[in-house]
């Protein structure tokens, strides 16, 4: 079989040590800034720091007033800062792979594929943006990552991806072992990919369940549950006072509940509004900005505090119900199927397979209603 090491580069699992922070809102509503001053204050605090940009221009570099290159630059003060360029990233994850296609196959078909004729496809920038925090990560070099992304629908997709990567394995997992096809081929495939790969290592038994297919599968967990910590990965919401604004932070609020992201408080940029749209997240009235950074790190949140918010998904055994927290959302934009043995949820523009606890699974949804920003399933 494929070694665990390829398979995690195919598939960006990741086990974080570091607190990682992004911002969501609208773009012009202040993000990139919020993220600077976030690093900022950081560092000051004797936390080591690295700050993320997926901005290619100069916009950030100036706004930083500090130039930035692909490689993590020290700013002084335990703090670094990194461009990603997505080229470079392209071409170094696919020599890696290249290398290891080498190493665990006997006769290797992308040897002939170099990483300076690919292009980027869609969503290339977000599993290469994801596995660049990974790494970083891992190093160890830093406390926290500070990630300023695109905000939107693409950065939940990108951190979703942990998830929706594990459910496609387990659905056709299970969809493949219970067909007659799979009964008739596994006694070729088995020898055939004994011979093939792993140096001729003979195989035996179910070939999703060899040690190094397990491994990845555990990678990928360590990522989805990454993604729900609110200690290892957290959102904030950025908004200006505008409708606009505001009706877009709440539209990604409720999406990022979707992948059980924590939305863990909120950035009011130009507004002397108290921020009523959003409770129950704590507010943080932002002044405006200068070129004295202090008053906005100060304006800041506590971000090594425990965040206390509603969580995205709760789950109460004794009356046999899971509540889902949509704050945005009405019970007309969430959708529930249960085609297979998980439910689906359709809410904005994701779709999600809840995960059930084992009292659940297995169990068809008995009766659903929206209550108090709260879609509450019941399995009776």
């Avoid at 729900?228 to 505008?242: F, I, Q």
């Avoid at 007309?332 to 439910?343: A, F, S």
Wanted: hydrophobic share 40%; aromatic share 10%; net charge neutral.
């Amino acid at each position: 079989m494929l070694s665990s090491r390829f398979i995690r580069l195919l598939i960006f699992g990741w086990s974080l040590m570091a607190l990682i922070l992004t911002f969501l809102g609208k773009g012009g509503s202040g993000r990139s800034t919020c993220a600077i001053a976030t690093a900022k204050k950081l560092s000051a605090q004797g936390q080591r720091v690295l700050l993320v940009t997926e901005d290619a221009g100069p916009g950030f570099g100036l706004l930083l007033g500090h130039g930035v290159t692909s490689t993590p630059t020290s700013l002084g003060n335990n703090l670094w800062c990194i461009q990603l360029q997505f080229t470079q990233l392209l071409e170094q994850n696919w020599e890696q792979l290249k290398k290891l296609e080498a190493e665990y196959l006997r006769d290797p078909f992308f040897k002939a594929v170099y990483g300076q004729e690919l292009s980027l496809l869609p969503g290339m920038d977000q599993a290469l943006t994801l596995n660049s925090l990974r790494e970083y990560d891992a190093s160890g070099d830093y406390d926290v990552i500070v990630h300023d992304g695109p905000g939107n629908q693409a950065s939940l997709r990108m951190w979703g991806m942990p998830a929706g990567i594990d459910w496609y394995f387990r659905r056709f997992k299970q969809v493949f072992q219970a067909s007659q096809f799979s009964q008739a081929v596994m006694p070729f495939v088995q020898p055939l990919a004994g011979a093939v790969l792993s140096g001729g290592r003979s195989l035996s038994g179910d070939l999703f369940n060899q040690p190094e297919v397990q491994q990845s599968t555990g990678l990928v967990g360590q990522g989805i549950a990454a993604v729900k910590d609110p200690m290892r990965v957290r959102a904030y919401l950025v908004s200006g006072g505008n409708d606009v604004d505001i009706a877009t932070a709440r539209y990604l609020w409720s999406a990022a509940q979707q992948i059980e992201m924590t939305v863990a408080g909120v950035l009011l940029n130009r507004s002397p509004e108290p921020g009523q749209d959003f409770e129950p997240l704590p507010v943080h009235v932002l002044p405006a900005p200068t070129d004295n950074w202090q008053p906005l790190m100060d304006a800041l949140p506590d971000y090594v505090a425990m965040p206390s918010v509603p969580g995205p998904v709760e789950i109460d055994l004794a009356t046999q119900t899971v509540r889902l927290f949509f704050p945005s959302f009405d019970k007309k934009q969430i959708q529930l199927t249960q085609y297979g043995p998980e439910v689906t949820i359709e809410a904005g523009d994701q779709r999600r397979n809840l995960t059930l606890p084992k009292a659940f699974q297995g169990r068809s949804v008995t009766g659903a209603k929206f209550q108090a920003g709260y879609l509450i399933l019941s399995f009776g």
